[in-house]
């Protein structure tokens, strides 16, 4: 397996190993992202820890409005996290 393939890999692990916790297994609910976000983006993300924050990115996250965030809608919050990262690697 290639480097990125794995770092793949990684993304889908990550997202499995907190949405099997409660509710349907292939989904994150508000409280699941919210544990995501402080353990896995907390250096990435300002104010991880206020609720508000919280609530704004599930709602955007949450594309059907189904409260729940399945793997296609997570896929652009790995995507706006990795924009970031690749525009910090350019300030420093």
Same mark, same amino acid.
């Given at each position: 397996m290639t480097q990125?393939?794995?770092y793949l890999e990684g993304i889908v692990n990550i997202f499995h190993q907190y949405s099997v916790r409660n509710g349907h297994f292939d989904t994150l609910s508000k409280g699941e992202l919210k544990q995501l976000l402080k353990k896995e983006l907390a250096n990435t993300i300002k104010n991880i820890k206020d609720k508000a924050v919280?609530?704004?990115i599930f709602?955007? !996250?949450? @594309?059907?409005?189904d409260e729940q965030?399945?793997?296609q809608?997570?896929?652009? !919050?790995? @995507?706006?996290a990795l924009k970031a990262a690749h525009y910090h690697t350019h300030k420093e």
């Amino acid at each position: 397996m290639t480097q990125l393939e794995e770092y793949l890999e990684g993304i889908v692990n990550i997202f499995h190993q907190y949405s099997v916790r409660n509710g349907h297994f292939d989904t994150l609910s508000k409280g699941e992202l919210k544990q995501l976000l402080k353990k896995e983006l907390a250096n990435t993300i300002k104010n991880i820890k206020d609720k508000a924050v919280i609530n704004e990115i599930f709602q955007g !996250l949450d @594309a059907n409005q189904d409260e729940q965030v399945d793997f296609q809608e997570f896929i652009s !919050l790995v @995507a706006i996290a990795l924009k970031a990262a690749h525009y910090h690697t350019h300030k420093e």
